[in-house]
């Protein structure tokens, strides 16, 4: 059957919008769960990568310069938001 055909859509939009199995919407907290071990998964593998390709294929230099450099763009935004989001709560 080709790609784009009207049935491969139907089917296609069936998959997509199908409801979640029921197992999954029983708890709300057991759903946060299941979404908290992949994140965390997903964190730890990133993070295993990261460490072997700046181990085996980067100059200590070059991994310091990279932390440096990533802590400067993406960390400092992201507390610098939440101390102002921290002051503006506590003066409320």
């Not at 080709?2 to 709300?28: D, G, K």
């Not at 992949?38 to 070059?62: I, Q, S």
């Not at 440096?68 to 938001?81: H, K, N, R, S, Y």
């Amino acid at each position: 059957m080709p790609a784009f055909t009207p049935a491969w859509r139907v089917v296609t939009l069936r998959f997509v919008f199908l409801p979640p199995p029921p197992l999954l919407c029983r708890s709300p907290q057991a759903l946060a769960q299941l979404v908290l071990l992949g994140a965390v998964m997903l964190y730890v593998c990133t993070a295993a990568d990261m460490f072997y390709t700046a181990k085996y294929y980067h100059t200590p230099a070059e991994t310091l310069s990279t932390v440096v450099v990533v802590f400067l763009l993406f960390q400092l935004p992201v507390l610098a938001w939440v101390q102002v989001k921290r002051a503006a709560a506590l003066r409320a």
